[in-house]
C-alpha cells in the first residue's frame, strides 16, 4: 500500500500540525514499538533530537507510546542523526528515533527511525509500522509497560568515536577551522572532536534558542561562514546542518564547495588506495555531470539513485558499495557510519589535507563543473503541476534543446510542497532558456 505517514526521509512536516502533532507521535510510537520488539527479555529504543523547541513534545509523546508496549527507553538529548545509527547498535536498542527536519526552519520538525543494525528503515518496515497505524496497536499490561532515562555520555560516545575515523598518529594542530553549526544537534560534539584532534577552532551557529536552527546558518547558508573564513584567515570553513548528517565545505578563499566535490575527492583517494569497494561510487540523480565525467577518467563508476540518501545506502547496501552521498552535502561511508555524516566527512576532507600539505582550494576543485542551475518553486495545496500538459509539454521542448549535451531533472519535494526544477548545460545559454521555460511552464500551473 502507498504510505500516508512516511515520507523519503521518515515523518515530517510543521510542529504541532498534523502529522507532527504530539497525538500522532504517541500512535508512531506505540507502533514502531510493538513491531520491533523481539524475543528477549528487554526492548530498548534510542531516542536522540535536534534543538527544534518541539523536540521537547515529541520527545515526550514518543516515549509515552514507546513505554505503552513494554520498550525501555533512553533519552539522549541533542545529537547528531548519525550518532543515532551508531548508538542504536552500539547500545543494541531494537530501534532508534531521531527527532529533526534536518535543513528545514524550526517550524518543521520530523521522525527518523532506525533498525537495530543502525541504518533507516526500508520501505516494507515502514509499511508494516503504517498497517500497525492504523489498524491500531495492543499494549502492554500494566506490570509491563517500560521506563525511560536519560543517558548522560551520549554525546560522549559519539564524539569518541568520531576521532577515531581520523587517522591514526594524525593531527590538526596549526589548522584554524571555521565551524558553523547551524545552532542545531552537533553545536556541541563537533567543537569537541575538532579541538580534541587539535585545531583551533572557530564556532559559529553554537548558541541555540529552539527557534534558530538553521536561520541563515549552516550549509543551506553558507554565506556568513565564508566571510567569517576570509576575516580571520582560517584554513577551511564547514557548514553542517541542523542535524549534522550534511556538509558543506568552504575553501581558504571563501569558496564554497559541495557534497559532489568532496565525493570526488575521496572516491579518487579511496580508489588509489585499493579502498574503494567495487570502484564505484553511489550517487543520486542530482549530481553534477562533471562528476559523472571525471569518474570515468579515473576508471571509477557511478551509480545513480533517486533523491535521498536513503536510496544511497540501500543501493550501496544491495551492491556493497562503500560510499556515497549527495550533491546537497549527504556523504555516506558505510566503513565508519550507517548514515550521511557531515562531521566525519569533513575530517576525511581534512585528512587529506594533512596527509597532502595541500589548501583546502585545491582539494575542494577536485573536477570543473557542467553549469547547472536548481529552482525550486512552491506550489498550491491540492495543485499536481507535473501532471499538466503544459509543463510536459515544457519539458518535451527542453529535452529537445538539450540534446545530449545536458541533463533536465524536474520532481515533487519529498519533504516539502515543492517542485524543484534542476538543468545541466555545457552551452550556459542554453541552459537559461531550458530554465525559463520550465520554471515558466511550471508556476504557471501552481
Same mark, same amino acid.
Given at each position: ?38 524475543d ?16 521537547y ?13 513494554g ?89 569518541e ?11 590538526? *594542530? !596549526?589548522?584554524? +577551522?571555521? #565551524? @558553523? =553549526? ?7 560534539t /563537533?567543537?569537541? %572532536? &575538532?579541538w580534541e ?11 541555540? *534558542? !529552539?527557534?534558530? +536552527?538553521? #536561520? @541563515? =546558518? ?7 561562514? /565564508?566571510?567569517? %573564513? &576570509? ?13 549534522? *548528517? ?42 553534477n ?88 518553486i ?34 515533487e519535494?519529498g ?21 525559463d ?10
Open positions: 500500500m502507498g504510505s500516508k505517514f512516511f515520507g523519503t526521509d521518515g515523518v515530517r512536516g510543521q510542529a504541532n500540525t498534523w502529522p507532527m502533532t504530539a497525538d500522532m507521535a504517541l500512535r508512531l510510537g506505540a507502533a514502531a514499538g510493538r513491531y520491533f520488539q523481539r528477549k527479555q528487554e526492548h530498548r529504543v534510542v531516542i536522540g533530537k535536534d534543538t527544534r523547541r518541539s523536540g513534545m515529541l520527545e515526550y509523546a514518543l516515549t509515552a507510546g514507546f513505554t505503552s508496549t520498550m525501555n527507553v533512553f533519552l539522549l538529548g541533542p545529537v547528531p542523526t548519525p550518532a543515532i545509527g551508531y548508538l542504536t547498535h552500539s547500545l543494541r536498542a531494537d530501534v532508534g528515533v531521531m527527532i529533526s527536519a534536518s535543513h528545514n526552519p524550526a517550524s518543521d520538525n520530523g521522525i527518523k527511525l532506525f533498525g537495530p543494525d543502525g541504518f533507516k528503515l526500508n520501505d516494507g518496515a515502514e509499511a508494516a509500522i503504517e498497517k500497525l497505524l492504523e489498524d491500531g496497536v495492543s499494549l502492554s499490561g500494566p506490570d509491563y509497560i517500560g521506563r525511560a532515562r536519560r543517558v548522560d555520555d551520549a554525546r560522549g560516545r559519539y564524539v568515536y568520531a576521532k577515531t575515523t581520523f587517522p591514526q598518529r594524525r593531527r590538526l *594542530d !596549526g589548522l584554524r +577551522i571555521v #565551524l @558553523d =553549526c547551524a545552532n542545531g544537534a552537533a553545536y556541541r /563537533a567543537p569537541e %572532536v &575538532l584532534l587539535g585545531a583551533e577552532v572557530i564556532p559559529m551557529g553554537v548558541e541555540p *534558542d !529552539g527557534f534558530n +536552527i538553521n #536561520l @541563515d =546558518c549552516g550549509s543551506t547558508r553558507p554565506e556568513g561562514a /565564508a566571510r567569517k %573564513v &576570509l576575516d580571520t584567515r582560517a584554513d577551511l570553513g564547514i557548514c553542517l546542518d541542523g542535524d549534522a *548528517d550534511r556538509v558543506v565545505l568552504i575553501d581558504e578563499r571563501g569558496c564554497v564547495a559541495d557534497g559532489d566535490q568532496l565525493m570526488a575527492l575521496i572516491a579518487t583517494r579511496w580508489a588509489s588506495e585499493g579502498r574503494l569497494a567495487g570502484d564505484t561510487l553511489v550517487a543520486t540523480v542530482m549530481s555531470l562533471g562528476l559523472e565525467r571525471h569518474l570515468e577518467t579515473q576508471g571509477i563508476g557511478l551509480k545513480r539513485t533517486p533523491v535521498g540518501d536513503r536510496h544511497v545506502v540501500e543501493a550501496m547496501r544491495a551492491s556493497g558499495h562503500n560510499l556515497g552521498g549527495e550533491q546537497s552535502g549527504h556523504l555516506v561511508m558505510t566503513d565508519y557510519a550507517t548514515t550521511g555524516d557531515g562531521l566525519i566527512g569533513a575530517l576525511q576532507f581534512l585528512a587529506a589535507m594533512v596527509e597532502t600539505g595541500q589548501k583546502a582550494s585545491t582539494l575542494s576543485h577536485v573536477f570543473e563543473p557542467v553549469p547547472q542551475k536548481l529552482i525550486n512552491r506550489f498550491a495545496k491540492g495543485k499536481t503541476p507535473l501532471e499538466t500538459d503544459v509543463v510536459r509539454t515544457a519539458m518535451a521542448d527542453a529535452e529537445r534543446d538539450l540534446g545530449g549535451d545536458g541533463r533536465l531533472l524536474i520532481r519535494s519533504t516539502e510542497p515543492l517542485i524543484r526544477v534542476m538543468a545541466e548545460a555545457l552551452d550556459p545559454a542554453v541552459l537559461s532558456r531550458v530554465m521555460k520550465v520554471v515558466g511552464a511550471v508556476r504557471q500551473e501552481s
